[in-house]
């Protein structure tokens, strides 16, 4: 006997409603009736939240492009200030590199906080709050002279907080995403030597000044 066999006797004791006292047993087909609108409604109300993390997902795939990018301009900045002492130059590259940092495109998931995983909407607020403090800070520094040394920085530490709560939003945008987690250490290294060439240069020739560097680091921006 078929499920929809079994179904037609829950709802009438016979296959011919009105043939020889064959009746159907309306209460049944009523309890039927409402649990088809229920589960209809659910699929109506449902569609929308599918819909918002389907696109939720799609941003985040590109966000997370853009804070490995991101990951690779603060590690290497802070590779460039680490230590008990630095050159002026050295100071500038790292500080003009980390305006090629933006959160506006991590805000792009600020409307889906409330449907995002909440370790992955608290990391991603942290980047947004740490990185534009940086930034916020880094803006009121004056371009150092050539020629000058720097001992210690505070510029240090607070790099080394950024890459941790950065490291910490792209660890949360990899799980999400289901994407396959990669060192990327030795490209801190590479754009760090680099960053370290063009400030060497800028200090060994008065003709490179702050608008030089800034146009190798920046690019046409």
């Known amino acids: 006997m078929s499920w929809l066999t079994n179904l037609w006797n829950g709802m009438s004791p016979c296959m011919t409603p009105g043939v020889e006292r064959c009746v159907v047993w309306w209460e049944a087909w009523a309890a039927v009736g409402s649990f088809l ?5 659910l699929g109506i109300g449902a569609a929308p ?5 389907r696109q939720a997902r799609a941003i985040a795939l590109i966000v997370r492009v853009e804070v490995d990018h991101q ?13 008990p002492s630095h050159t ?6 790292a500080k003009i590199n ?6 506006a495109t991590v805000r792009e998931l600020l409307p889906y906080f409330d449907i995002l995983p909440a370790a992955l909407s608290n990391a991603l607020s942290l980047y947004i709050v740490d990185l534009e403090t940086v930034q916020r800070f880094l803006s009121m520094r004056s371009f150092r002279e050539r020629g000058t040394t720097v001992l210690g920085s505070t510029m240090s530490g607070m790099l080394s907080d950024l890459e941790g709560s950065v490291s910490k939003a792209r660890k949360e945008l990899l799980r ?14 590479k754009m760090a030597a680099g960053l370290k060439r063009l400030a060497a240069l800028a200090d060994g020739d008065p003709k490179k000044d702050e608008a030089w560097l800034r146009r190798h680091i920046l690019g046409m921006r």
């Open 88 to 93: 002026g130059m050295e100071d500038n590259a």
């Open 176 to 189: 999400y995403t289901r994407a396959e987690n990669t060192d990327i250490m030795a490209e801190y290294q």
């Open 49 to 53: 939240i599918l819909f918002r993390r």
């Open 98 to 103: 980390i305006e090629n940092c933006d959160s």
């Open 71 to 83: 990951l690779l301009h603060v590690g290497a900045s802070l590779l460039l200030v680490d230590g």
């Open 37 to 41: 609108a229920v589960a209809t409604a």
